[in-house]
């Protein structure tokens, strides 16, 4: 039903979602909860909104950005880049910026192939802000988005 609500108690729901094995949501790199949109917010003329083709000119731009970034390596998007070389590489983010991410680690939030993952989403954050370094906020917005690691 396209416009069924599901109307399970929160348990029941959080069970569901437990009994998903950990290396399979350890391959997801962004977990949100979105709420239904409601009538009061589709105004016309909504200056904060962003036309589709306002968000493709940023997504083209930034996948220009990550390419002109990954010339000299055999990779051309944030996806495809070696964990290695996000950890290690001459691109690799210094430790102050890099602590939130080894606190999630250590602490047993994230493996290290989530760690990588959060990198990924990390330089995909700061091609779309234009930066051509990784910003401690870029590592904070990815781990907020890699759920339950922001808890």
């Known amino acids: 039903m396209p416009h069924a609500e599901c109307r399970c108690p929160s348990l029941a729901i959080r069970r569901y979602l437990g009994k998903l094995s950990g290396p399979l949501?350890?391959?997801v790199d962004i977990e949100l909860s979105l709420q239904r949109v409601a009538v009061a917010r589709l105004r016309v003329g909504d200056a904060s909104r962003v036309t589709?083709?306002?968000a493709r000119a940023?997504?083209?731009s930034a996948r220009a950005r990550a390419a002109?970034?990954?010339?000299?390596?055999p990779w051309r998007?944030?996806?495809e880049v070696a964990g290695a070389w996000l950890r290690d590489g001459p691109l690799a983010?210094?430790?102050v910026i890099r602590r939130p991410?080894?606190?999630a680690l250590q602490r047993g939030g994230l493996t290290l192939r989530g760690y990588d993952r959060v990198l990924r989403v990390a330089w995909s954050h700061a091609d779309l802000a234009g930066r051509d370094r990784l910003a401690i906020e870029d590592?904070?917005?990815?781990l907020y988005l890699k759920r339950g690691v922001h808890r």
């Open 93 to 95: 983010p210094e430790p």
């Open 139 to 142: 590592i904070g917005r990815a």
């Open 101 to 103: 991410l080894d606190a």
């Open 52 to 54: 589709t083709a306002d």
């Open 58 to 60: 940023q997504v083209v």
């Open 25 to 27: 949501l350890d391959r």
């Open 77 to 79: 998007t944030n996806a």
């Open 68 to 73: 002109e970034r990954l010339a000299a390596t």
